[in-house]
């Protein structure tokens, strides 16, 4: 049972460059959502999938965008990287709303040069 | 603006002593609250969690209480074993909006020391 799995674990990109990072949970979860973690800061959540086929934004969506593609997958696209996007990525999963246990992938290392 | 804070970034405990881990909010529409425990390279794992209509809540080493008049709650590990040290985070939601968004502090790195 894989959880929550995230591609790719590291990335370096140019500044200009676009990428996708993807996110798969085998968890029949409702709810996806992305996250990003800087240095001395908590997580704080970029968008969030209340279930298939919506997305909203969190405290964090500027250059960002996501898809929700099916169930399973919860993609989040940067189409012109920043320097100022550097950061760890993580993914996660909860049935429902999130007052109940989130399961989190392992976190993508982008850094953008 | 901070709405969780977590105000000690680090925390050094004797292994087999207590570890008290400590988180404050602003927030009065928070009702629900969460700990997260994070090694590194890893992403954050579900430790804990407790409802506003309760003041405690146990699972085995670790409790969590809620002080609300205060707005604070703390974790607390008894006893403390060196697998233990990690990045711990709490977590709060608001269960009326939705609770789709948590809003997280920013951890407190703990040690246990052997």
């Known amino acids: 049972n894989a959880g929550v799995t995230q591609t790719p674990k590291f990335q370096v990109l140019k500044t200009g460059q676009s990428m996708t990072l993807q996110c798969a949970q085998d968890?029949?979860?409702?709810?996806m959502y992305w996250y990003r973690q800087d240095p001395g800061m908590g997580l704080r959540l970029i968008y969030y999938?209340?279930?298939?086929?919506?997305?909203d934004k969190g405290e964090v969506p500027n250059g960002y965008n996501v898809s929700r593609l099916n169930k399973r997958e919860f993609s989040l696209r940067l189409e012109s990287a920043a320097p100022s996007q550097t950061s760890v990525y993580f993914c996660a999963s909860t049935p429902g709303p999130q007052n109940t246990e989130a399961f989190f992938g392992q976190g993508t290392r982008l850094t953008v040069v | 603006d901070q709405q969780v804070k977590q105000n000690s970034p680090s925390l050094s405990v004797q292994e087999g002593r207590i570890s008290i881990l400590n988180c404050d909010y602003t927030?009065?529409?928070?009702?629900?609250f969460l700990w997260y425990k994070k090694y590194p390279a890893e992403g954050p794992t579900f430790l804990i969690s407790i409802s506003s209509i309760k003041d405690k809540n146990e699972d085995g080493r670790f409790t969590v209480f809620l002080n609300k008049s205060a707005k604070h709650l703390s974790l607390h590990i008894v006893p403390s074993q060196p697998g233990d040290s990690a990045v711990y985070f709490c977590a709060a939601s608001n269960s009326g909006a939705g609770s789709y968004q948590l809003t997280f502090g920013k951890g407190t790195k703990l040690s246990v020391i052997p």
């Open positions: 999938s209340a279930s298939e086929g919506t997305t």
């Open positions: 968890m029949n979860h409702n709810s």
């Open positions: 927030n009065s529409m928070f009702d629900y």
